[in-house]
């Protein structure tokens, strides 16, 4: 059974934005059985242009129910069902948040019909709905409103399955495995579809429980489906046929998945891991002073370096860009930050964008302010502070805890606990080991990602 649905919303963000209507058709795989429709009323206000999209304006849902005034009816109507949709994960993911700020967990089987369409009917210049229904000479009745476009959906699945090609290997709405049928016969679609879409670490083992690989994702599922249909290379396809079970720990937080993941994979050493860490954070910024006392810059291999980086990135190139527009931002010296080999002035001082430190040609002291601000700036922060962020259900939230510029382990928290002072809070933290990895992780995410609060104590 397929409950082939379309939604509308008030933005593209499941995280922030809200359903203001959805509409489902029933289908049994030859027909449809039924369909059941209704605007939302989002408790937000409808942006301007999304009217302008939808015309779906506040007033028309003022007196809509609201979600959770439907919740109940939408888990009951859809059960047993796959949910069908064009670009579906936009839908579904909505659909869960909208859930989960309920604090239920709606967990469906999904099917998408552009990725169907772009394997059952090849070669048309875009797939988007409105486009691949004008080339198949669908008519979409109300276009960009829920009941519209998924009835276009409709006519499109129903498309797909006359045109399926079996010998082909393109059978994917009426075979058992549907979309997993090629990745890994040792797993049971039942133990890939319990693989939640949330944020936590993943491992891999053989027939006889020895541990293969260790990964984190802010999407399990869509990761681990990732590995299973990896054939680049000879070690992935190997790594894929010896898996007979997977298992995953959530963390709500995407930086205590990689704190985690980083822990376990030295602690426990899974063969599948060793060339990952190898590569991870290749290049790192060093800094010194040259002969006449000006701060200087360089880019090295980590592995080549006794000491720590005052910051990491993945390859040379990443790495040059980002000191480049460092230089750039804070006026430094090109010749001084290893951006331009030259015994005389940097091309910078040519054209007037840098001050002359390359030819001694400002005071060290001017010169090395600046570029210590850089350094501030890209410091793990030396003081007390726990990083709280989301937790691994909504009610919680997670904690990570620095001392000194040391990581000293991380924590959940009971949102209900928030009134707690920081000796309890400091209680919820599990004791970690600080070690080079673990710090180089902490400061590519502060410089990089936001949280929900620091909180210096």
Known sequence: MFAILDIETTGGSPKTEKITEIAIFFHDGEKVISEWSTLLNPEKNIPYFITGLTGITNEMVADAPKFYEVARELVERTENHTIVGHNVNFDYSFIKSEFKRLGFEYDRKTLCTVKLSRKILPGHKSYSLGKICKDLGITIMDRHRAAGDALATVKLFEMLQDNQNGDN???????????????????????????????????????????????????????????????????????????????????????????????EIKEQKPMYNRAQKRSSYYWGLYAGKDEFGYITFSLR?????????????????????????????????????????????????????????????????????????????????????????????????????????????????????????????????????????????????????????????
């Open 169 to 263: 290997g393109l059978d994917i709405i009426s075979e058992p495995r549907g979309r997993y049928k090629n990745l890994n016969e040792n797993l049971t679609v039942e133990a890939i579809e319990s693989l939640p879409e949330a944020c936590g670490t993943y491992y891999f083992f053989d027939d006889k429980q020895q541990l293969l690989y260790i990964g984190k994702s802010k999407d399990i599922r869509h990761r681990v489906l990732s590995h299973l249909g990896n054939t680049t290379s000879k070690r992935a396809m190997e790594m894929k046929q010896r898996i007979h079970s997977i298992s995953y720990e959530l963390t709500g937080s995407e930086l205590i998945a990689l704190l985690k993941e980083s822990k």
């Open 301 to 457: 291999k980590i592995s080549e370096m006794p000491e720590d980086p005052v910051t990491s990135y993945n390859n040379k190139k990443e790495a040059r860009e980002a000191i480049t527009r460092m230089v750039e931002k804070n006026w430094l010296c090109q010749k001084l930050s290893g951006l331009y080999q030259t015994d005389g002035a940097c091309f910078h001082h040519t054209i007037r964008q840098c001050n002359g430190a390359c030819v001694q040609g400002e005071s060290v002291s001017s010169y090395n302010k600046r570029a210590e601000t850089l350094l501030d700036n890209l410091k793990l922060d030396r003081g007390n502070v726990l990083i709280i962020d989301q937790g691994r259900e909504p009610e919680e939230r997670s904690l990570v805890r620095i001392e000194k510029g040391m990581y000293m382990g991380y924590g959940y928290l009971s949102v209900n606990e928030s009134y707690l002072g920081i000796e309890q809070m400091l209680d919820c933290i599990n004791p970690a080991l600080d070690n080079r990895d673990i710090r180089q992780i902490l400061k590519n995410w502060l410089k990089k990602n936001k949280v929900e609060k620091m909180l210096y104590y």
